[in-house]
């Protein structure tokens, strides 16, 4: 685990009320971390790390120079801090936290749901700059199109890899010219689009029901226990 102090270097809407948060080092090194952890974030009171905090999934590679994350503005305390802030600004950053991290294997499907796709990005952005080659499956539901975030980077890892799928799934609305998927995950989409998941690494992150279902589809489908994997809230 490791306490650093990062500077923001952008912050760009990535749909509804989230917000991509893209910090670098301060020293010039990055964190090191599996793909698909999280870390802390720390509000600063000078050069000390403050109590104001919160743990946030890494959605970036652990190639990269600095760390993304994805952040719902939610109007809570911190989320509030962070939507004021600006370029340049200083954060803390500590970590990395959590079993769910991606180790290797070929054959992954990821189920998210919400910002529940943050990890999520984080794996896939790391099969695409290594190259990896297999079948790498992400399902993911938002309740309506516009809440959909980072759409544009999980498209451009989609190109960038041929073995990247991305399945979206709207569950409250049918948009105009929507040519993706509709209603819940169901075992039947997930054999639809990864017809490998009974022999896959199955990732899971989203709201705790949304998780416990989302489980047991994958067990349903002949998933071993050991290689479903959950991250969960609420």
Known sequence: ???KIFRIESITSCG???KLFVLFPEDGKNISFSPGQFATLHQLEGENFGKLS???SISSSPLDAGLRFMIKITGGQFTSMLDKM???ELLGVMGPFGHFAYSGGNDVVCIA???GVAPMLGILEHVSKTGLTGRFTLFYSNKKQ???AGRQILDLLENANSGIKVVYT???EQPEGWKHELGRINSEMVKKHAPYAPSAKVFICGPMEFAKSMREIALGLGASQKDVISEAWG
């Open 146 to 148: 516009e809440w959909v």
């Open 1 to 3: 685990m490791e306490k």
């Open 16 to 18: 509804g009320s989230v």
């Open 113 to 115: 749901a919400g910002t």
């Open 54 to 56: 919160r743990p946030y």
């Open 170 to 172: 709207l569950t409250q």
């Open 86 to 88: 600006k370029e340049g």
